[in-house]
């Protein structure tokens, strides 16, 4: 896959999280900090649910492959 900000190949991989409550794209403004966190609560925020949310104390962990460009420093995943 070539980068679509400056072309050059890109190289695959995964981003991964660990411990985590879910992972989210929040906007500028968005929160994620509530007791309780529901998909219709970061979703009414303008934000995506990629994985998650989990409330629990019991460690959850996330992985999505991915495509990073270390020339313009910018990473592409599917969700």
């Known amino acids: 896959m070539n980068c679509p900000v400056c072309g050059k190949e890109m190289e695959q991989g995964k981003v991964v999280t660990s411990y985590s409550r879910g992972v989210y794209f929040l906007p500028p403004?968005?929160?994620?900090?509530?007791?309780?966190?529901?998909?219709?609560?970061?979703?009414?925020?303008?934000?995506?649910?990629?994985?998650?949310p989990y409330n629990t104390n019991f460690p959850n962990d996330s992985e999505f492959s991915a495509a990073i460009c270390r020339n313009c420093r910018k990473i592409v995943l599917a969700y």
């Open 29 to 52: 403004d968005g929160d994620a900090d509530a007791f309780i966190l529901t998909t219709k609560y970061i979703t009414k925020q303008g934000g995506i649910v990629l994985d998650g």
